[in-house]
């Protein structure tokens, strides 16, 4: 058994002084304030004074890291999982982006194989395809020869059982509606994204099923007083999730600010997008067929389109509080409580007796001091 005394717990979204927490194995056993979750005497014990302990970070859209791109290498999950502690990162949705349909399937025989023996680090829960049913007049950093129409004969095999737990697509393409309905029966989570649809033609693909919007005003057209678009219905349609990357540079803090009082601090999901360059030095990277040159603050292809980012969740989260002026506790739920209601992670995203025991310890300004994986200690910066 493991038990951390902190000088703060966040608890769905609010903050508790003076707390603990104890775990036995993979598994919270108990949290709350300290006077009412005693040590066990047989429990290994953790001082963790002055810090914040909050629930791990769960990122569902991220393409690689450490020099590794899944898409060019899906066996490479492993190798980049094992580093996203350093991140505050405890589970993820690895990202797979448009490549051709066998691919997509190496990757599901990747995770399927489950964990190496001896692995510690971040979780991959399932696989987000963003691809290859996306717009080409909106592709990207995707490779328009490997976009296909959508088609529920190519993606039979698809589900959250395989493997599959989101996909973005361009709800405006002709057979979207039918693949999105055919997807959600089986479980998996549809996301709007690469897309020129009109509003009209969002609000028809949320009723259909559409319940998330991938990297909000990226590869959508933007917000028109005549022409609203996707972004206008992702921002007023009160069940829908968005995500959003703030790097500052995907898109500006007034738009993210905007953004949040639309969707904060409940609909508001924030992901890096991360791709191979992340915590790596300047220089070119694989982002699946594309060369992406990076350099101290983002990485682009050579025409300057933007190609992911370098953005590492832990400055994800300071970052929303800089940009939009929520608080610490609500900016942390759009990293973790809010992802995990979204990719339906029932075991994961809060501080909650039976739940997993993922979890950070941060300053007081968000700033990682140490993160834990399946209750045991997988980075420490103290």
């Not at 304030?33 to 040590?39: C, D, H, L």
Request: charge should be positive; charged fraction near 15%.
């Amino acid at each position: 058994m493991l038990y951390i005394r902190c000088s703060t717990l966040i608890l769905n979204n609010r903050l508790v002084q003076d707390g603990a927490i104890l775990m036995d194995g993979q598994k919270i056993v108990a949290v709350g304030p300290r006077a009412i979750v005693p040590a066990p005497a047989a429990a290994r014990q953790v001082d963790a004074h002055g810090l914040i302990a909050a629930p791990g970070y769960i990122d569902w859209q991220l393409n690689g890291g450490f020099g590794e791109d899944f898409t060019e290498n899906p066996e490479s999950l492993w190798k980049t999982a094992a580093r996203l502690p350093e991140h505050g990162v405890t589970s993820f949705l690895p990202t797979i982006i448009t490549a051709p349909l066998e691919v997509y399937k190496t990757a599901r025989q990747v995770l399927a194989r489950g964990m190496p023996a001896g692995f510690q680090g971040a979780q991959p829960l399932g696989y987000h395809f963003e691809g290859p049913y996306l717009n080409p007049a909106k592709k990207g950093a995707h490779n328009p020869l490997h976009l296909r129409a959508p088609s529920k004969t190519e993606t039979a095999d698809w589900s959250r059982k395989n493997g599959v737990w989101l996909v973005t697509l361009a709800p405006e393409l002709p057979g979207a509606n039918e693949l999105v309905r055919a997807l959600r029966k089986k479980g998996i989570v549809v996301s709007a994204g690469h897309s020129l649809a009109t509003y009209q033609q969002a609000i028809e693909a949320i009723q259909a099923g559409v319940n998330c919007a991938t990297h909000l005003f990226n590869a959508m057209p933007p917000l028109d007083h005549r022409a609203p678009g996707l972004v206008a219905a992702c921002l007023l349609d009160k069940q829908l999730t968005v995500g959003l990357i703030p790097d500052g540079i995907h898109a500006d803090p007034a738009m993210l600010a905007l953004a949040w009082k639309h969707t904060g601090p409940k609909r508001m999901t924030i992901v890096t997008d991360a791709m191979a360059a992340l915590a790596m030095p300047a220089g070119s990277y694989l982002l699946g067929d594309y060369e992406v040159i990076v350099n101290e603050n983002s990485a682009r292809l050579q025409n300057g389109t933007l190609a992911g980012s370098i953005l590492q969740m832990d400055q994800a989260v300071r970052n929303l509080v800089k940009f939009t002026g929520c608080s610490l506790p609500q900016a942390v739920t759009t990293a973790t409580g809010n992802v995990a209601r979204l990719i339906r992670a029932r075991t994961r995203g809060r501080l909650t007796p039976g739940l997993t025991a993922d979890l950070v310890l941060l300053d007081a300004h968000g700033n990682l001091a140490a993160t834990y994986v399946r209750g045991e200690l997988a980075f420490s910066a103290i």
